[in-house]
């Protein structure tokens, strides 16, 4: 069986757990990619989030504009 990989003790200091559900076949991709880089899933979680590209509203480079509400729909004042 293979070694599982741990973050450095003491690098956790302060974090939160997460709990999302995402699909099995997302968590696998974390899983695959974090042990490619020798570190845990959530260490690779955590550099993924850290380099994630952003534009200048603060939304992912990567985002449809199309299929974001720019505000909640509001009711007209009468």
């Known amino acids: 069986m293979g070694q599982t990989l741990r973050r450095a003790r003491g690098t956790s200091k302060g974090n ?11 968590k696998q991709r974390l899983a695959d990619v974090s042990r490619r880089l020798g570190i845990s899933a959530s260490e690779g979680l955590e550099l993924i989030l850290e380099h994630l590209e952003l534009d200048a ?13 720019e505000a909640l729909p509001m009711a007209q004042a009468s």
């Open 16 to 26: 939160i757990q997460a709990g999302y559900i995402i699909p099995p076949e997302s």
């Open 57 to 69: 509203d603060g939304l992912p480079t990567w985002a449809d504009r199309e299929n974001i509400p």
